[in-house]
């Protein structure tokens, strides 16, 4: 997507996202922030959205959360006030390609439903590689192309909607996996019914 069509496009999201995909993506959400409250403490949640995710952290994680929308992130932080979220260190509106803070700062970086929507994921994937540690974990929940079946032709049939939809559809997983800072070391299939795959990388120490 482009940058313009990503503000457009979650602008229109923000009210609804929380009731619509949100809910669908709910159990996929749950799992990996379990995976993540054992490798914190110092968490970036790139596209953080409406912060569905952020009340499921340990209260002794210290996590920070990005987004380009001003509309999503306003839903973060009405959240945070709400539930008393402590644990929520900073909401920061920030593009995911260029992020605002030193290498190696963060134990662990997740980004969920981001690489299909974000301008250049391999700008993305390039900017959270340098700035997790090294030894800490990336871990991506997103949803990629198939190769085969209906479901795979209807992902390239909806592909030249990606700015009205808000991600794209037909999106390949090998745009993610080509950082050689990276070993990836998981893969599965995620909820909802296998349509998400979970990714574990951990950057490699420096030789
Ligand atoms: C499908 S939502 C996912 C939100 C959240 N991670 C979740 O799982 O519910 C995608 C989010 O990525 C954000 N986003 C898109 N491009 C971005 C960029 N370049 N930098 C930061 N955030 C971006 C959008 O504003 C939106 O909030």
Redesign the pocket.
Known sequence: ?D?NA??T??AR?API?DKT??AI?KAG?RRTVAYLNAHGPRLL??????G??LGGYRADMEVTG????NE??AKAKAKVDKEGLRHVKALRQ????SLDFPDDSFDAV?????VS???EPER?MSEMARVVRPGGKIVI?NHFARDKGFLALLERLTAPLENLL??HSDFPISRVLGDDRLELRERKPFPPVGMMTFLVFEKRSPA
């Open positions: 997507m940058i990503v503000t496009s979650y999201w996202y995909f949100g993506t959400r949640e790139v596209g953080v959205g409406t569905l995710a990005i987004d380009y929308s999503m992130l920030m593009d995911a390609r997740a980004a969920m439903h981001l929507v974000v301008p993305v929940t808000g991600w």
